[in-house]
């Protein structure tokens, strides 16, 4: 089905934001807002997004987005979350970063520090730190996923498993109510648990997107984080695991 300009409009708004209102989308696209009701649920007919209370967010479910299309959804929030757990990384420090568009914000914020050893398994977090000449970069190899520059495999498993890193910094494809945190890739999977094993402190990054979008691989849960960067308040349920768990909670919203 052919889309509308304005339903091509909301899904470009999707897109950059990781989620649209109905009232607020009326009054940007000044119609009523039983018009954009009827807009998100073609645009979810056509499998594009997925309703959730109030509006809609990008569909989600046993493959991920295409990882152009991650990363311009909510650029400025992950600049801002990257930025946010940069302040929170000491010169002379040891980090794992891993796959994810969230991550490479991070990376983007440490490209003026002094004496870190990033080791990691995303070629576009190795190729933002090669630009740092205090910085050392340890590639993990492995097999390269070309739709998203990550190395993931046995070969990647390994190295990390070589290294006791001060931080690791994280990123997820959605967060569970329950706190679990959840991927789509076994593989990426295998690998993250094997960071966040052989690291002093986790720091979690994620936007609030991640809080309504479903994965079925499972990484670990939020006790096994020591920091979550964020743009926005956690639900409640999620706020009180992480209460429970000690996790130090910043958001920049």
């Known amino acids: 089905m052919s889309l509308s300009f304005r339903q091509k409009e909301i899904l470009n708004m999707v897109r950059a934001s990781g989620r649209v209102e109905v009232e607020a989308l009326a009054d940007s696209l000044s119609v009523t807002p039983q018009t954009i009701r009827r807009d998100l649920n073609t645009l979810c007919d056509e499998g594009h997004l997925t309703r959730v209370h109030g509006g809609a967010i990008l569909q989600s479910g046993v493959a991920n987005t295409a990882y152009e299309a991650r990363k311009s959804m909510a650029a400025e929030a992950k600049a801002a979350i990257g930025q946010l757990c940069a302040d929170a990384i000491p010169d002379d420090a040891s980090l794992f970063i891993n796959i994810g568009t969230t991550t490479e914000s991070v990376a983007r914020a440490l490209r003026t520090r002094r004496d870190l050893l990033v080791i990691t398994n995303n070629l576009n977090v190795a190729n933002i730190m090669a630009a740092n000449p205090n910085c050392g ?30 931080y690791a910094i994280i990123g997820v494809s959605a967060i569970d109510e329950d706190g679990s945190l959840l991927d789509f890739d076994y593989r990426e999977v295998r690998v993250s648990q094997a960071i966040i094993a052989n690291a002093r402190k986790v720091f979690l990054v994620a936007d609030a997107s991640k809080f309504t979008r479903s994965a079925p691989a499972r990484i670990g849960h939020m006790r096994d984080i020591d920091g979550f960067f964020t743009d926005k308040p956690l ?11 000690g996790v130090d909670v910043q958001s920049i919203g």
Do not use: N, Y
Not at 235 to 245: D, E, T, Y
């Open 137 to 166: 970069v340890m590639v993990t190899g492995g097999m390269l996923r070309r739709a998203d520059g990550g190395l993931v495999g046995e070969q990647t498993l390994d190295t990390v498993q070589q290294f006791k890193a001060d």
């Open 235 to 245: 639900p409640a349920a999620l706020a009180q695991i992480c209460s429970q768990h």
